[in-house]
Every structure is written in structure tokens, then in C-alpha cells.
T-cell receptor, first 113, second 108 residues
Framework: DAGVTQSPTHLIKTRGQQVTLRCSPK?????VSWYQQALGQGPQFIFQ???????QRGNFPDRFSGHQFPNYSSELNVNALLLGDSALYLC????????????FGQGTRLTVV | AQRVTQPEKLLSVFKGAPVELKCNYS??????LFWYVQYSRQRLQLLLR??SRESIKGFTADLNKGETSFHLKKPFAQEEDSAMYYC??????????FGGGTRLMVKP
């Protein structure tokens, strides 16, 4: 089991562009959460997906949206990129909604120029 | 709103010295607290959780509800303990709130 996998590992985008990040959860996990980690800070919760629906959302604008597919993989989309969106984006999966142990991917480093 | 505070950005100790990484939280409900660790060039991984009350790699953490703290301790630090440590709180809304992290450096 490769654990949680994310793609791409690095990405450079221009202000105003749109980006899509991808995540495959750990085998057997059906719940996926996304976090943004700015340089020198702890991860911040963006949202969580379960049964293809957004279940919880942190304090992020509507420019951040997501999707979960029937195979439990997930995408994070960010529209109208700002310089401040530059960060490491982490995906985490857990067994189900009740499971509190999160397994993290290596992250996607997004740089907005 | 919940909040997790790790007051030290960097903690530097010598090998064999005791270590205490501080974590304070604010949360109106009954919290579930965790310590996550990130070794160099590795992914964030769970170190321990308060409900299991176990010792992992010699580390322990006790939840003190009176002081709203969940400090991580190890009696004798090893060089391989050098890493970033994050305290996190899991709330009823199924989201983890992380502190800003403490970098532990264990010198030989």
C-alpha cells in the first residue's frame, strides 16, 4: 500500500490562473481532507469529503472547491489564484468519518507568481 | 472557536537531555488531542494521541484539562528525534486544528 498519494509534487502557476490538485487515499479509506500549509505555519483545514459530498469546511473562500470520486480519490481546485495561495497543500485520508486518525500525503507545493 | 498554541518555534537540546514540547489549547467541548511529527523529507505522521495513553518512541503526553495543555515529553532525547512536531486538536466537526509547530533539534 503506497499510502496517500498526491500529484503533482510541485506546481508553478500565474496569478489569476486556476489549478487542480489530486489525491488518492490510503487503501480502504473513504474520507479525504485537504489542508493548506503556509511556510513556517501548521496545516490549516480547508474541507473534508465523504461519500462524494463536502462534509465540513474551514475558513476558506469559495475560490477553493473540491470533488470526491466514486473510487474515493479527490481533487482540490483553486480559482483566480493569488500570490497568498502559495503553500504546501496536504491531503489526508481516514478510515471513515468517525475515525480520528489521519494519514497524510507528501503534499503538493504550489507556487503562484 | 478552537485554537492550538505551541509557544516555541525552536527547541534545541543535547542528546540525553530531557525534552518537553509545549502545547496549549482552547476548545469549549471535550477535545481529542494528538501529536504529529514530520521527520526530514518525510510526510506528516501521527506520533501519539491522548486517548490511547501510550508511549511511542519514548514520548508521552498527558492531557491536563485544568491547564488546557497537552505537553509532549521524553526523558532522554536522541538525535533521531530531531524533527518538526505539531500538536493538533480534533473537534466534533471532524476537522484537525494544528498548532504552528516546534522544531526540535537534538545536538550530539
Amino acid at each position: 500500500d503506497a499510502g496517500v498519494t498526491q500529484s503533482p509534487t510541485h506546481l508553478i502557476k500565474t496569478r489569476g490562473q486556476q489549478v487542480t490538485l489530486r489525491c488518492s487515499p490510503k487503501s480502504g479509506h473513504d474520507t479525504v481532507s485537504w489542508y493548506q500549509q503556509a511556510l513556517g505555519q501548521g496545516p490549516q483545514f480547508i474541507f473534508q469529503y465523504y461519500e462524494e459530498e463536502e462534509r465540513q469546511r474551514g475558513n476558506f473562500p469559495d475560490r477553493f472547491s473540491g470533488h470526491q470520486f466514486p473510487n474515493y480519490s479527490s481533487e482540490l481546485n483553486v480559482n483566480a489564484l493569488l500570490l497568498g495561495d502559495s503553500a504546501l497543500y496536504l491531503c489526508a485520508s481516514s478510515l471513515d468519518l468517525r475515525d480520528t486518525e489521519a494519514f497524510f500525503g507528501q503534499g503538493t507545493r504550489l507556487t503562484v507568481v | 472557536a478552537q485554537r492550538v498554541t505551541q509557544p516555541e518555534k525552536l527547541l534545541s537540546v543535547f542528546k540525553g537531555a530531557p525534552v518537553e514540547l509545549k502545547c496549549n489549547y482552547s476548545y469549549s467541548g471535550s477535545p481529542e488531542l494528538f501529536w504529529y511529527v514530520q521527520y526530514s523529507r518525510q510526510r506528516l505522521q501521527l506520533l501519539l494521541r491522548h486517548i490511547s495513553r501510550e508511549s511511542i518512541k519514548g514520548f508521552t503526553a498527558d492531557l491536563n484539562k485544568g491547564e488546557t495543555s497537552f505537553h509532549l515529553k521524553k526523558p532522554f532525547a536522541q538525535e533521531e528525534d530531531s524533527a518538526m512536531y505539531y500538536c493538533a486538536l480534533y473537534n466534533a466537526g471532524n476537522m484537525l486544528t494544528f498548532g504552528g509547530g516546534t522544531r526540535l533539534m537534538v545536538k550530539p
